[in-house]
């Protein structure tokens, strides 16, 4: 058993090997400000896509509050598109989390 005067220089090693680190990790991220950021080549093309709020918002991908309470999965095609994989994600997602069955308070 430690007494409790040894603590102190137990636990001093500890923070101030996390201070280093944390000193040379922003020396590191600092080095060049100047430098542009340059995209990995292994990464590929950059892809951006909008929600128009409407028929595929950001909350419920479109499928509103009925969609989501619904006991049957959005439909996917063979191969799924990332839109439809998507949204039945955020359907898996909703219905782990919220009991979303008549008694359960979901909309109430």
């Given amino acids: 058993m430690q ?34 950021n340059v995209k990995p080549a292994w990464l590929g093309p950059i892809i951006a896509k909008s929600y128009d709020g409407v ?21 996917v095609s063979s191969p799924p598109t990332a839109g439809e994989l998507r949204k039945l994600v955020i359907y898996a997602n909703y219905r782990a989390l919220i009991d979303t069955s008549p008694n359960g308070g979901y909309r109430s």
């Fill in 55 to 75: 028929t595929d918002d950001l909350l419920t991908a479109g499928l509103g509050a009925a969609g989501l309470a619904s006991a049957v999965a959005p439909p």
């Fill in 3 to 36: 007494s409790k005067a040894l603590r102190p220089f137990i636990l001093l090693p500890t923070v101030l090997a996390i201070s280093v680190a944390a000193g040379l990790a922003q020396a590191a991220s600092t080095a060049s400000p100047n430098a542009p």
